[in-house]
């Protein structure tokens, strides 16, 4: 039969619904508020109890292609007194893109020499995109690379330091520039916690932002670091004794900032305030029951494996996911000193610790009698001195 002759009622029959795609799609949040409801979309009783989405997380390409339709059919809906809110979404954000960090080889012309990074401006080369699999810090494995591609397994390199380097760039994921990177594969490597984090590490949560492996090493060592604290040498050291001021401070403070963090969704500053925190209870050489509790308490959101483990450890028998999130409290977040940046002329020179509470008044004595301010007076008598408190005193000369 000639394509002229068939129709939609013969053999070919068209396809005229485009509801399921365009609308179906669009409201499916309301189908999950009245899933079994045989007689309408979503039921009024179910509809007026759950109303419209608290929080949807959608990626920056997704908003485009579903988004806006969900906000066309929804106030569609609204204004026909089907649903009981104009609006889909209390919150929406959208999450920015992981881009690829692509590494490159140079490839001397006519040759299958490459040449390492350091060194290929010294040759005429052609940059070649390598599976970044199979590079770490950026420094290629050869064997790995020469069984790669069958093209390259009588490959010569010319090192540099002993090593090949290899070119980066920031380009978007894709299998054509072998930059895309097996979340499995770092699992494996890494376990599931450090990607986790890694993730979260990487950026504001909007914020396109380009994946490098190479920074996926320091948040294993954080992890290390913080398994450190309850063990030396494979021992649970763990300690019930109470807590000293400054491990209090360190930990109240961390509480406060993950607590405010989550709320903002300002992922990648909570892990660095938690690195900021091992880091401090490490040099306290901090093993106290009550501090690593809520510490484990508060990573758990983030690295749920390692914190499940040492909840038990800590000689729990529920899981951590119940634990109360522990509130912080103010006192233990009071400075007792302050530390004052002493300028001259606006040149930052030295500090000094005053108690907290202390005066500007007290503060410009002690400065102006300090013996390493007399050594940058000269002998001058200032014109002027500055304090602002609690921050600097700038003494004009």
């Known amino acids: 039969m000639e394509n002229k002759e068939k129709s939609a009622t013969n053999e070919y029959p068209l396809e005229l619904n485009t509801m399921p795609g365009f609308a179906g799609s669009s409201a499916y949040y309301l189908r999950y508020e009245d899933p079994h409801n045989n007689e309408a979309l979503v039921g009024k009783e179910a509809n007026e109890y759950w109303r419209n989405v608290d929080l949807y997380i959608g990626g920056t390409e997704h908003a485009t292609g579903h988004l806006i339709y969900s906000r066309f059919w929804n106030k569609f809906l609204f204004d026909n007194g ?41 040759y005429e080369v052609t940059p070649i995109h390598v599976d970044v699999n199979i590079v770490s810090n950026d420094v290629l494995d050869m064997e790995a690379f020469k069984n790669w591609n069958p093209e390259y397994k009588t490959a010569e390199f010319i090192l540099e330091d002993g090593k090949y380097v ?16 097996n979340p499995d594969d770092v699992v494996e490597k890494f376990g599931a916690d450090t990607l986790r ?49 400054d491990e209090l401070k360190s930990i109240h403070k961390l509480i406060k900032k993950i607590g405010q963090d989550i ?7 909570s892990v660095s305030a938690f690195m900021i925190c091992v880091n401090e209870l490490t040099t306290l050489k901090c093993n106290k029951r009550t501090v690593l509790s809520d510490l484990t308490i508060v990573l758990s959101p983030f690295a749920p494996h390692i914190a499940e483990e040492l909840w038990h450890r800590l000689g729990n028998t529920t899981t951590v996911c119940d634990a109360h999130f522990p ?48 050594k940058w007076l000269e002998g001058k008598t200032p014109k002027k001195v500055i304090v602002v408190p609690n921050k600097i005193v700038n003494i004009v000369i």
Not at 97 to 118: A, C
Not at 263 to 269: A, I, Q, R, V
């Open 327 to 374: 509130d912080y409290n103010e006192e233990y977040l009071k400075e007792n000193s302050i530390k004052y940046t002493v300028s001259f002329n606006g040149k930052a020179r030295f500090t000094l610790d005053f108690a907290a509470g202390t005066s500007s008044e007290e503060v410009e004595k002690a400065v102006l009698a300090n013996e390493t301010s007399q």
């Open 263 to 269: 709320e903002n969704f300002s992922f990648n500053t």
């Open 166 to 181: 290899c070119g980066w760039a920031v380009e978007k994921m894709s299998k054509s520039m072998f930059n895309v990177v």
């Open 197 to 245: 984090l890694y993730e979260m590490f990487l950026g504001p949560l909007e914020q396109s932002k380009p994946w490098d492996t190479n920074g996926i090493d320091g948040v294993s060592r954080f992890l290390r670091k913080l398994w450190n604290l309850f063990f030396k040498d494979d021992a649970f050291t763990v300690s019930d004794e109470q807590p000293t001021a």
């Open 82 to 122: 089907i649903v009981a809110e104009d609006e889909p979404f209390k919150k929406l954000i959208n999450q920015g893109m992981i881009q690829g960090r692509s590494n490159f080889v140079y490839r001397i012309k006519n040759t299958n020499t490459f040449v390492s990074l350091g060194l290929k401006n010294q």
